[in-house]
T-cell receptor
Framework: DQQVKQNSPSLSVQEGRISILNCDYT??????FLWYKKYPAEGPTFLIS???IKDKNEDGRFTVFLNKSAKHLSLHIVPSQPGDSAVYFC????????????WGAGTKLIIKP | DGGITQSPKYLFRKEGQNVTLSCEQN?????MYWYRQDPGQGLRLIYY???????QKGDIAEGYSVSREKKESFPLTVTSAQKNPTAFYLC??????????FGPGTRLTVT
């Protein structure tokens, strides 16, 4: 049973436009959510996170939104740049699980020129 | 420079041989993790360690073993009992409840 789901395997966006990546979760005990970016044959790099006490966190071009009632979070990238082309992973953790990360399957973002 | 190193980047082994993947960190993180990534899938946790001389099985520990004799080091052994060892292996570290930082990964191919 997948506790963290990224239902879109891939997403194609025009350079300069907004990219929106989505993530759904089922475990209401999750209290911390993270987004990672991964290039092929490299380790993931941390992008941005959000605690369950917030509904929005912004860092430069990246904003994460959390809708707890819908158990849904999204990552907005604006404006999208060619270097944003990568696989994006959503991950979630809970205090009562020692903050072990549960990962989504990833969404491949392709930025078109 | 602080970070996590994994070596080698690419590793080839014959079926039936054990192989040990290296992971070292100088971030002074308490916790370390081993993940496996297969095409089209998310990261799956193999083993993790929250303190020296202690480690726990993750979701897919069968066929793997680890040790944590030093805070900086968390080597993973892929044994001959692992049925599908060919994969991309990622090591990560973190403070107990913070973001995990990843090494560059080791691609293991077993033929």
């Amino acid at each position: 049973d997948q506790q963290v789901k990224q239902n879109s395997p891939s997403l194609s966006v025009q350079e300069g436009r907004i990219s929106i990546l989505n993530c759904d979760y089922t475990n209401s005990m999750f209290d911390y959510f993270l987004w990672y970016k991964k290039y092929p044959a490299e380790g993931p790099t941390f992008l941005i996170s959000i605690s369950s006490i917030k509904d929005k966190n912004e860092d430069g071009r990246f904003t994460v939104f959390l809708n707890k009632s819908a158990k849904h979070l999204s990552l907005h990238i604006v404006p999208s740049q060619p270097g944003d082309s990568a696989v994006y992973f959503c991950a979630a953790s809970a205090r009562d699980s020692n903050y072990q990360l549960i990962w989504g399957a990833g969404t491949k973002l392709i930025i078109k020129p | 420079d602080g970070g996590i190193t994994q070596s080698p980047k690419y590793l080839f082994r014959k079926e039936g041989q054990n192989v040990t993947l290296s992971c070292e960190q100088n971030l002074n993180h308490d916790a370390m993790y081993w993940y496996r990534q297969d095409p089209g899938q998310g990261l799956r946790l193999i083993y993790y360690s929250q303190i020296v001389n202690d480690f726990q099985k993750g979701d897919i520990a069968e066929g793997y073993s680890v040790s944590r004799e030093k805070k900086e080091s968390f080597p993973l052994t892929v044994t001959s009992a692992q049925k599908n060892p060919t994969a991309f292996y990622l090591c990560a570290s973190s403070y107990q409840s913070g973001e995990q930082y990843f090494g560059p990964g080791t691609r293991l191919t077993v033929t």
